[in-house]
């Protein structure tokens, strides 16, 4: 069975940084594309996309493009987003979602086909 396991939420303060993880168990990784997703007022938006192909090519969405990293460390099967330059805007529930066997970079939350069970980042004014 496949799961996935984010940490890293919290809550911190416009203009700081956090990171977060999100832990793959139940199936090979390397293969696997992988992204976050914030769901914030009904809306889960993308924001960024790695491991599509077996690499480490990766897609960002306009919101956080220049400020979020997607990264992942195939030996851990642990994906990451470091998030920089946060703003109120930011805050929401952020999901880890994977898709196996991928050759392209799935935009669409349709698209995932495992999820994990979301973590809470709130950025304060």
């Known amino acids: 069975q496949v ?3 984010e940490s890293g939420g919290g ?3 416009a203009g700081g940084s956090l990171s977060l993880s999100c832990v793959v168990s139940g199936r090979t990784f ?3 594309a992988m992204a976050w997703f914030r769901q914030a ?3 889960r938006e993308l924001l960024a996309v790695i491991g599509w192909s077996g690499d480490n090519r990766t897609i ?4 956080v493009e220049g400020r979020f990293t997607i990264s992942k460390y195939d030996a851990e099967n642990t994906v990451y987003l470091q998030m920089t330059s946060l703003k109120v805007e930011d805050t ?3 999901y880890c979602a994977g898709r196996p066997d991928s050759l392209v ?3 669409s939350a349709d698209s995932y086909h495992y999820w994990g069970q979301g973590t809470q980042v709130t950025v304060s004014s």
């Open 105 to 107: 970079p799935y935009t």
């Open 3 to 5: 799961q996935l396991v």
């Open 30 to 32: 390397s293969d696997t």
């Open 11 to 13: 809550l911190v303060q």
């Open 41 to 43: 007022r009904n809306v």
């Open 60 to 63: 960002y969405g306009d919101s």
């Open 92 to 94: 929401g529930v952020y």
